[in-house]
C-alpha cells in the first residue's frame, strides 16, 4: 500500500443523525466479533467470525466508496455490487459453498448453482476485487494472521446437516450485520435490546406465581390429574436433553405443565431460552398473558416476547401499491425480531417457515434457538404436507444445536414410525396416558345419523340447549349457523335472553379475544348461551360447554373440540355430550380428504369413539400411509440436501390456502388507547413513511384476515392496500361476525354519495 493509501478512509455506512460516518474496518470487526459470539454457541464461532469479516469485503473498491459518497443525503442504494469480493476470497480459504452466506447476507441464500454462477460471470471486475482484498489486507492484519476457517465435524459427510449449519451460521451473520449497522444510525425500535434475567429466576417467579394462582382458584374435580401432569414434567425435567412428548387429555393444565417442564429443564442443562410454539394466534395471545403475568411481575415488557406477526412485510418487495414500487429501506429490512430474549412465544408458521426460509428478514433470529428449549403445543396440528421436513428439522436442532423439544398433545400423533425419526426414542412424560384418559373422561359422544343434516337443522337442535358450541369447518359454515339463530330469535323461536355469539378469523383478534372474554362471562353468570365457531377454538382455548356440536372432522378434530364439553368436570364422569354431525351443505378445509375418510374407516357408530387412545394409535400411521412420502414434504428434503434454498423456500408452505390479514374498524371497550396506537401507525403507513417492528406490532389486535383470492376480487373501495399483504377493510364491520365477504356496497344505501 502506498503512503498515500495509508491515509485513506474506508467507509461501510454514511452519516447518522450525529454526523459521523460509519469506517468499514470498524464495521467488519464489529460484524465479525458479534456473529463469532453467535456461532460459539453451537460449535461454529470460527465460520461465522470469517463470514462477518468477509462479507462486505467489497465496499473497499474505490466505485462503491465513490458511489457512497454520490448516495450519502439522499439514503438510496450505492448500486454497486459488494458481495464478490469477499466471496471469492472465501472461496480461496476453503470456504466454498459457506460463502453462500455472503452472497445472500442482502438478497438470500440461493443455491450452489446461482453462486457458481455469480462468481464466474464475465461481468465481474476482477481487477477492482483483487483490489479491495490488497487494500484491506494492508490495514486489517487479521486478514494475514488469522486461523484459516474450521466448523463443526460431520458436515461435510452430512450435506443436510451441513445446509443446517449454513442456515445457522447465516443467521448470525445477517443478525450481527443489523446490530452493528442499527447502532451506527442509533435507531431505538430496529434494535432489540434484551434484558437477562436468568433462566433460574424465571423458573423461581413462575412456581411462586403459580402457587399463587392455585389457591386463589375455584377447585373442580379435576384438580387432581393437573397435579399429576405438572408433578411428572417437573419430574422428567431432569432427564438428558432430547426429544420428549407430554400427552395429557384436554383440561389437563398443559400450559403449566410445558412451561415448569422448560424452566426447569433450561436450569438444570444451562439452556439460554425457552421457545413456545402454538398453532393458532387466538392460542398465542391466550398463553403470552399466562406467562408474562407468571415471568413478568413488574410489567416490563422485555421478558416474554410474543412473536406471531401476521404482516408480510417482505412482500412490499414483491407488489406495487397505486401503481409505483413502494421504496425498501432499512427500516423493512431490520423489521424482523431477532428473538432476544429468555422466553418466547410463537407460532408454528413464523418458525417452521422461518427455518426453511431463505432471506435474511425472516433468518435473522434462527441461532438464537440454540441452546434452547422449543415447546410444541397441539403438536397434532402441524400439517400433513410438511410434516417430513418439519421432524427433520426438529431432529437437527436436537442432534447438532443443543436443543430439547417437547412434543405436547391431547392426541398425540405417532410420528416415531416415520424413517425421517429412524432411530429416535422419546421421553414420555406421562408413563401411562391412557389411565389419565379413563380418569378424565368427560364427555359421551352422540353421532348423528338419521341422514345428513342441514346446518340450520343443527342450529335448531342446538338451541334447545340452555348453553351449546357448535364447531363447523368453515367460516361460511360459521356465520351460516349463527344467522339461523338470529332468524329464529327475530320469529321468536329463541328467547331474546339467550346470547348468541359467532368467532372465526373474519373477526379481528382482539375482537376474538373479548368475545371468548364475554362467553366466560356469561357462563360464570349461568346465562343461556349459544355459540358458533370455526376450529380455532380447538387448541387451547379454555371454554366449558355442557353440550358440544362438531361437524365431521379428523379424528384429532374431534377430541379437541370434545376437550371444550364439560372441561371442569362439573358435570360428572362423561356427563358432557358431543353431538358429530355430517352437514349437507358442502364446504372443508382440502386438507381433511384424506383424514376424513381414514377417520371414517375407524370412528364412527359401532366403531371406537375419538378418545379411543388404541384406535388413535392405529389411525395415525394409516394417515401416513395414505399420504405418500411426497405429501409428507419429501421434495422439501430433497431441495436442502442439494443446498437449493430458494426450491426450499418456494416448496415449503406450512398453509396451503394463504391468506392476508386485513385492519378492521374495531374499537375495545376496555382499553380504548390501544386502538388509537394502531389507527397513528396505519395513518403513518398511509403517508408512505417508516414505523418500526415496536410500532407494526400495534397493529396485530385489530388483524381480521381473507383468503387471498376473495381479497384480490374484491374493489379498493372495500378493500385498500397498505404495505407487503397487509390491507385495510372499508366495509362495515358486523359486531357479532366481523368482516363479511359477501356484503355488496351497491345494494347498501348508507354507502351511497
Not at 407460532?347 to 417452521?352: A, G, H
Not at 428449549?373 to 400439517?383: F, G, K, N
Not at 373477526?507 to 370455526?534: F, G, P
Amino acid at each position: 500500500m502506498s503512503s498515500d493509501e495509508s491515509d485513506w478512509c474506508l467507509w461501510a455506512h454514511s452519516g447518522n443523525h450525529a454526523g459521523a460516518w460509519h469506517g468499514l474496518e470498524e464495521h467488519l470487526r464489529g460484524v465479525a466479533e458479534r456473529a463469532e459470539g453467535f456461532g460459539e454457541v453451537f460449535g461454529a464461532g470460527v465460520l461465522a467470525w470469517w463470514l462477518g469479516l468477509l462479507h462486505d469485503v467489497g465496499k473497499a473498491t474505490d466505485e462503491w466508496q465513490r458511489g457512497l459518497a454520490t448516495v450519502a443525503s439522499t439514503g438510496a442504494s450505492v448500486g454497486v455490487d459488494h458481495k464478490a469480493a469477499g466471496m471469492r476470497w472465501g472461496v480461496g480459504l476453503g470456504l466454498w459453498r459457506w460463502v453462500m452466506a455472503v452472497h445472500g447476507h442482502h438478497g438470500g441464500l440461493t443455491s450452489p448453482v446461482e453462486l457458481h454462477r455469480f462468481l464466474s460471470s464475465p461481468e465481474r471486475d476482477r481487477a477492482a476485487e483483487a483490489e479491495a482484498v490488497r487494500r484491506l489486507t494492508g490495514l486489517m492484519p487479521e486478514f494475514r494472521s488469522a486461523a484459516r476457517p474450521t466448523w463443526p465435524e460431520g458436515t461435510r459427510e452430512d450435506p443436510l446437516a451441513g445446509e443446517m449449519l449454513l442456515r445457522m451460521v447465516f443467521s448470525a451473520l445477517v443478525d450481527a450485520d443489523y446490530l452493528d449497522t442499527a447502532a451506527h444510525f442509533r435507531v431505538p425500535d430496529e434494535v432489540v435490546e434484551s434484558m437477562s434475567v436468568g433462566m433460574k429466576v424465571l423458573l423461581d417467579r413462575f412456581e411462586c406465581g403459580r402457587a399463587e394462582e392455585l389457591v386463589d382458584r375455584k377447585p373442580s374435580p379435576v384438580d387432581d390429574v393437573r397435579k399429576r401432569v405438572y408433578e411428572a414434567s417437573v419430574a422428567a425435567a431432569g432427564t438428558e436433553q432430547g426429544f420428549f412428548r407430554l400427552s395429557a387429555p384436554t383440561g389437563s393444565g398443559k400450559t403449566y405443565a410445558m412451561a415448569g417442564f422448560a424452566l426447569r429443564h433450561a436450569v438444570r442443562h444451562g439452556l439460554r431460552r425457552v421457545v413456545v410454539v402454538v398453532p393458532f394466534l387466538s392460542v398465542t395471545d391466550q398463553n403470552a398473558k399466562v406467562y408474562r403475568d407468571l415471568l413478568d411481575p413488574e410489567c416490563t415488557g422485555q421478558v416474554v416476547l410474543e412473536h406471531h406477526s401476521a404482516i408480510d412485510v417482505e412482500a412490499v418487495r414483491r407488489r406495487t401499491v397505486r401503481g409505483r414500487r413502494e421504496r425498501s429501506g432499512r427500516w423493512q429490512r431490520l423489521a424482523a425480531e431477532n428473538w432476544d430474549a429468555e422466553f418466547i412465544v410463537t407460532t408454528t408458521v413464523q418458525l417452521f417457515e422461518s427455518l426453511h426460509d431463505r432471506k435474511p428478514s425472516r433468518m435473522r433470529k434462527l441461532h438464537r434457538l440454540a441452546n434452547s428449549v422449543i415447546v410444541l403445543d397441539e403438536v397434532q396440528a402441524i400439517p400433513l404436507h410438511v410434516l417430513e421436513p418439519v421432524l427433520l428439522m426438529l431432529r437437527q436442532l436436537v442432534e447438532h444445536f443443543g436443543v430439547t423439544v417437547l412434543l405436547a398433545s391431547a392426541t398425540q400423533p405417532e410420528f416415531w414410525d416415520l424413517p425421517v425419526l429412524e432411530g429416535v426414542e422419546p421421553v414420555d412424560v406421562i408413563d401411562d396416558p391412557a389411565e389419565l384418559y379413563t380418569r378424565l373422561r368427560r364427555v359421551r359422544y352422540r353421532w348423528w345419523n338419521q341422514g345428513r343434516p342441514t346446518l340450520a337443522e343443527v342450529a335448531v337442535q342446538a338451541a334447545e340447549q340452555r348453553q351449546a358450541l357448535v364447531v363447523v369447518n368453515t367460516t361460511d359454515h360459521a356465520r351460516e349457523v349463527h344467522r339461523h339463530w338470529r332468524l329464529m330469535q327475530d320469529r321468536g323461536e329463541i328467547s331474546t335472553a339467550v346470547v348468541l355469539r359467532h368467532l372465526s378469523t373474519r373477526m379481528c383478534l382482539r375482537h376474538r379475544l373479548d368475545i371468548i372474554k364475554n362467553i366466560r362471562q356469561l357462563q360464570k353468570d349461568r346465562a343461556d348461551v349459544l355459540v358458533a365457531s370455526t376450529q380455532l377454538i380447538e387448541a387451547g382455548v379454555d371454554l366449558d360447554f355442557p353440550v358440544l356440536y362438531r361437524a365431521m372432522a379428523p379424528a384429532e378434530a374431534l377430541l379437541q373440540a370434545a376437550g371444550r364439553c364439560n372441561r371442569e368436570g362439573h358435570l360428572g364422569v362423561e356427563g358432557g355430550l358431543v353431538v358429530i354431525f355430517d352437514p349437507r351443505e358442502q364446504g372443508r378445509p382440502p386438507s381433511y380428504e384424506v383424514p376424513l375418510h381414514e377417520t371414517r374407516l375407524r370412528f364412527g357408530p359401532r366403531r371406537a369413539e375419538p378418545d379411543d387412545l388404541t384406535a388413535l394409535a392405529r389411525y395415525f400411521p394409516a394417515l401416513y400411509s395414505s399420504l405418500g412420502a411426497e405429501a409428507l414434504g419429501r421434495a422439501v428434503v430433497a431441495a436442502r440436501r442439494d443446498w437449493d434454498f430458494t426450491r426450499t423456500a418456494d416448496l415449503f408452505r406450512m398453509i396451503d390456502d394463504h391468506s392476508v390479514p386485513v385492519f378492521v374498524d374495531y374499537t375495545p371497550v376496555e382499553d380504548p388507547g390501544i386502538r388509537a396506537k394502531a389507527d397513528r401507525v396505519i395513518e403513518t403507513l398511509r403517508r408512505g413513511r417508516p414505523v418500526g417492528p415496536e410500532r407494526m406490532r400495534h397493529l396485530q389486535p385489530f388483524l381480521a384476515s381473507l383468503p387471498r383470492k376473495t381479497a384480490d376480487r374484491m374493489p379498493e373501495t372495500l378493500l385498500t392496500p397498505l404495505i407487503g399483504d397487509l390491507y385495510q377493510w372499508h366495509g362495515p364491520y358486523d359486531p357479532h361476525i366481523g368482516i363479511d365477504p359477501t356484503y355488496d356496497p351497491t345494494t347498501d344505501p348508507s354507502m351511497e354519495d
